[in-house]
C-alpha cells in the first residue's frame, strides 16, 4: 500500500535484522530512519519504485537500496 501523511518510519537492527521494503510510493511527509539500533547488524531498506520513494531518508547506518537504479560512483 501507498504509505501517505507524516510520520518517522525506524529500520533499526536491535536483536535481529531490521529489514522493510516499500513496494509502493512513500510520500515527502515521511522520514525514513535507517540505523543500527542496539545490536550488531544494521538496518536494511529496500525501494522497489525508487521514483515513487519522496520520503527523507537518514542513512545513519545501514543500507538503502533503490531496485532498478543504476548508479556509479
Partial sequence: ???????????????????????????????????????LQSGFVQVDAASLYHAKTDLSMGQLVLERLKASS
Fill in 1 to 39: 500500500m501507498d504509505v501517505v501523511g507524516v510520520g518517522t518510519i525506524v529500520a533499526a537492527a536491535g536483536h535481529g535484522p531490521g529489514h522493510i521494503e516499500f513496494a509502493h510510493s512513500v510520500g515527502s511527509g515521511q522520514t525514513v530512519d535507517i540505523t543500527n539500533g542496539y545490536g
